[in-house]
């Protein structure tokens, strides 16, 4: 797991599960987004999105368990870039 895999997830999510719009926020194409989710879920050994077909709907219980992660993650990490002021880049 790495940080560019937790900024898709979340990013998917805030883009309604629409992985052209969400590969369009993070600059990356959308055939990256798929393989980073997919690598993530293979790692992880659970499904985190809801699909039908290749359409993602929304998320698992397990997804909707680690976007709760991602973004506790993101809050701590602004309070350190605030205190530090150093630039982390995180795109959210």
């Given at each position: 797991m790495n940080f560019?895999?937790?900024r898709i997830i979340r990013e998917t999510v805030r883009q309604n599960f629409n992985l052209t719009e969400a590969s369009a926020a993070l600059?990356?194409?959308q055939s990256?987004?798929?393989?980073?989710?997919?690598?993530?879920?293979?790692?992880?050994?659970?499904?985190l999105f809801i699909r039908k077909g290749k359409r993602l709907l929304g998320l698992t219980e397990p997804g909707q368990a680690l976007l709760g992660i991602v973004e506790r993650i993101k809050v701590f990490f602004n309070i350190f870039n605030l205190n530090t002021?150093?630039?982390?880049?995180?795109n959210c």
């Open positions: 560019q895999q937790l600059y990356t194409s990256g987004v798929s393989k980073h989710i997919k690598d993530l879920e293979d790692e992880l050994g659970v499904q002021h150093e630039v982390i880049p995180l």
